[in-house]
Every structure is written in structure tokens, then in C-alpha cells.
């Protein structure tokens, strides 16, 4: 037994010695220690037909050997790793004094990378945090925890695209689920915004988009008031068009909110004389917003009875379709250049 280890160790150093490069040392690898046929494998496998003293006795001795063996080949496998590198370092050596090749054509930001960024520093000057929530997200977080449970109508609203055969996950109808993810995360008092795109399963129109983007917007504090909703909402509007705006609040409807609020403002575009931007109203639905409902804050491991919070979704496409006068939000996603080349 003992010389047929030997004898597989002889073997083993000539072939260690014939290796090359990586490739070679995984064949060598499999050739001695492949589960099912490696050399070392099998003598191994044969150990249990020996009796008690003799399997203990050669069993240390196989150990001892194995161990060692792979030691090696642990070893040479770094030293190949090193010179790979070595080599690499040789061949790819960079030149800094050729002339650089000048750019035929400088890309771009897209228009609403420009305006999610503009709208990120705005709030980052107000002392809000910017956060990012998973596209991928669970039912619990996109509804559940705010105040929609199952049953409930809101969910037809946002015809959501499910996963396949897994109902607890679904592409995020609104960035929403960040309320509760950062109240977890972070607790309270809390001011953050999160951008981020959102899904739904709609038939598009000129308003309407499958993927689009929409701005969070989340404070949690004492002794908040619409005033102050108002006040900020309005402060963003002009912090990105540049221009003083209009805006109305009107009653509107969502289940983790209460009051809620639907924020409008006099459509830039026509100027408040009708288009198919504002769906001739005059009017551009933008900001819904209002005060966190006690659910939501609670879902969020708040107390409600002390802290109060208010909450808006910007549908940041819309205000960037203000800003340059987009008349269809389908041209966003177009990939039409004539479109690109205007920002
Ligand atoms: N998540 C809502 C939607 O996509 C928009 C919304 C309404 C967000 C009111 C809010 C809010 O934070 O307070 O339809």
C-alpha cells in the first residue's frame, strides 16, 4: 500500500515538473484527484477494504501524502497565476507619450439624466438624502407596507408586471417602497429623495409610458404642516424650470397617504392654453404628495403618535418634458437620434 503511494507521488513530481501553464495544471489536477478516476482518488477509495489497524495506519500516510501533493499544486498555481500577470504587464504597457486619437463624436447626458441630476443637487442643498431602491422589489414593500393590502383597488391602478410564478415579486410600479426601506434604514427624523425608474404593464400614449421615472420624496419629522409641502414643492418646480410656476393642489386619493394631494401646475409647454402634454387642460398633473399615513409610519417602526412625515412622487419624465417642451414621452426611449441630439 505504501509503495503504491510512493509510486503515485513519483508520478505526480514528473508530471508537476512538465506543467506549464494552468490548463496543464487542472489536467494534472483531474489526473490524480478527480473524484470518480484520480489516481490518488482510487488507491484512497481502497483503503476500506482493509482491515481496522492497517486502514488507520495507511490512512494517516494517504493523508499526509494528499496534503502534500496539493500543497503543490496550490503553489505552482500561484507561481503561474504571478507570471500570467508578469507577462500581461509586459504586453500591455501603455504609451503616454503617443499623441491622442481626437473623439470624432463627445456623447451626451440624456434629458433626464440631466434633470435627475439638477433635482439631486437641489435637494442635496435642503439637506435631504438621495437614495436608491431595488427595480426588482417585493410585494411586502411595494404595497404592503404601504397600506395596500391585497384586496385593494389601488393595485389595479398600477397594473403591475408580476415575475413569473412568483407572485411576492414584481417590477416597482413607484418608487413608494423606498418610504418604508429608509425609515427602516435610517429612522427618524429623515428627509430623502430617490430617483429611480419604474414599470407598469400600461398601453402607451403620449403620456403614458411602460418604463418611466419617478422622484420619492420623504420627510419624517415633528410638527410638520401642508404649508411646508406646499412650500417645498413649489421650490422645486422653480429650482428646475427657472421661471416662476403656477400650482393648485386639488383632493386626490393614495392609500399611504392622509390627506392626499394631487399637485398641478400650469402646463409650460402651451402656456396653459391646451396640448397634448397637459392633455388640453392647461393643467399637468406632477406632484402627488401628502401627509404619511399612521400605517405607513408604523410599518416603517415609527410611532406615529410622535413622529409625522410627507411624502411625494414627482414623475420626474413630466417635468422634463415641461422644461423642453416635449410634446410625447415616447420619444425618451425612442433611441432616435434627431431626438438625443437636441440636449
Ligand atoms: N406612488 C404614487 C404613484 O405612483 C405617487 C405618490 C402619491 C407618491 C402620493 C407619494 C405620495 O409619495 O405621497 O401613483
Redesign the pocket.
Known amino acids: 500500500m505504501k509503495e503504491q503511494f510512493e509510486q503515485i507521488k513519483k508520478d505526480f513530481l514528473i508530471a508537476l515538473d512538465e506543467v506549464k501553464d494552468t490548463l496543464m495544471l487542472e489536467e494534472l489536477e483531474q489526473r490524480f484527484f478527480s473524484r470518480r478516476s484520480g489516481e490518488m482518488t482510487t488507491v484512497m477509495k481502497n483503503l476500506k477494504d482493509l482491515s481496522n489497524d492497517a486502514r488507520k495506519e495507511f490512512g494517516q500516510f494517504a493523508n499526509v501524502v494528499k496534503k502534500e501533493l496539493q500543497g503543490m499544486i496550490s503553489e505552482r498555481s500561484e507561481e503561474l497565476k504571478g507570471q500570467a500577470l508578469a507577462e500581461l504587464e509586459k504586453k500591455e504597457t501603455i504609451d503616454v507619450t503617443q499623441p491622442a486619437i481626437p473623439a470624432e463624436k463627445i456623447g451626451h447626458m440624456h434629458p433626464m439624466s440631466i434633470i435627475n441630476k439638477e433635482l439631486e443637487e437641489l435637494f442635496t442643498s435642503m439637506g435631504f438624502m438621495v437614495l436608491d431602491g431595488p427595480e426588482l422589489e417585493s410585494d411586502y414593500y411595494a404595497f404592503e407596507t404601504l397600506n395596500i393590502p391585497s384586496h385593494h383597488p389601488a393595485r389595479e391602478s398600477?397594473d403591475t408586471f408580476y415575475v413569473k410564478d412568483n407572485p411576492h415579486w414584481v417590477m416597482r410600479?413607484?418608487?413608494?417602497p423606498v418610504?418604508v426601506r429608509a425609515m427602516h434604514k435610517y429612522g427618524a427624523p429623515l428627509r430623502t429623495v430617490v430617483p429611480g425608474r419604474?414599470f407598469r404593464n400600461e398601453a402607451t400614449d403620449g403620456n403614458h409610458e411602460h418604463t418611466f421615472y419617478?422622484m420619492?420624496?420623504?420627510i419624517i419629522d415633528k410638527d410638520l404642516s401642508i404649508s411646508n409641502l406646499i412650500g417645498i414643492m413649489k421650490g422645486l418646480l422653480e429650482g428646475i424650470l427657472k421661471k416662476e410656476v403656477e400650482v393648485r393642489l386639488r383632493p386626490?386619493h393614495?392609500p399611504?397617504?392622509e390627506p392626499?394631494f394631487e399637485l398641478d401646475m400650469k402646463c409650460f409647454v402651451c402656456g396653459g392654453d391646451g396640448c397634448s402634454a397637459c392633455k388640453h387642460s392647461g393643467w399637468v398633473e406632477i406632484i402627488?404628495?401628502?401627509l404619511v399615513h399612521p400605517h405607513v409610519i408604523k410599518a416603517g417602526g415609527l410611532d406615529p403618535e410622535v413622529w409625522g412625515g410627507f411624502?411625494?412622487?414627482l414623475g420626474s419624465m413630466r417635468l422634463v418634458m415641461q422644461r423642453y417642451g416635449i410634446e410625447d414621452i415616447r420619444h425618451f426611449m425612442s433611441g432616435d437620434m434627431r431626438f438625443l441630439n437636441q440636449f
Do not use: N, R
Not at 410600479?173 to 413608494?176: A, E, G, R, V
Open positions: 398600477m410600479p413607484h418608487t413608494s418610504q419604474c419617478q420619492e420624496g420623504l386626490g393614495f399611504f397617504v392626499g402627488p404628495c401628502g411624502a411625494f412622487g
